[in-house]
């Protein structure tokens, strides 16, 4: 069964940047929809970014200006650029791919922690 493997979360303090990675262990046909999700301790998890397989792109306002989304269709990668980093977007961050057979596949999380 294909898994997304997530890469690049960790420690960093106030104001830094961190680079997250996700890609397919195996194939994955006709991807739609790539995104990055978070989630806080005793929050719910909330969509950080998304991009679209013609390369829309949509934001949290939270992130709005600090994060970038991009992908690589080649390789069904995923990343997720995140400058000036506060210690709010500390979380367990979630890849999220979907497909145009509305197939969703979740990565198993990464966490990035953010210390003042």
């Known amino acids: 069964q294909v898994q997304l493997v997530e890469s690049g979360g960790g420690l960093v303090q106030a104001g830094g940047s961190l680079r997250l990675s996700c890609a397919p262990s195996g194939s994955i046909f006709r991807i739609n929809l790539m995104g990055w999700y978070r989630q806080a301790p005793g929050k719910q998890r909330e969509l950080v970014a998304v991009i679209s397989s013609g390369g829309s792109t949509n934001y949290a306002d939270s992130v709005k200006g600090r994060f970038t989304i991009s992908r690589d269709n080649a390789k069904n990668t995923v990343y997720l650029q995140m400058n000036s980093l506060k210690p709010e977007d500390t979380a367990v961050y979630y890849c999220?791919?979907?497909?145009?057979?509305?197939?969703?596949?979740w990565g198993q999380g990464t966490q990035v922690t953010v210390s003042s």
């Open positions: 999220n791919v979907k497909t145009f057979a509305s197939t969703v596949y």
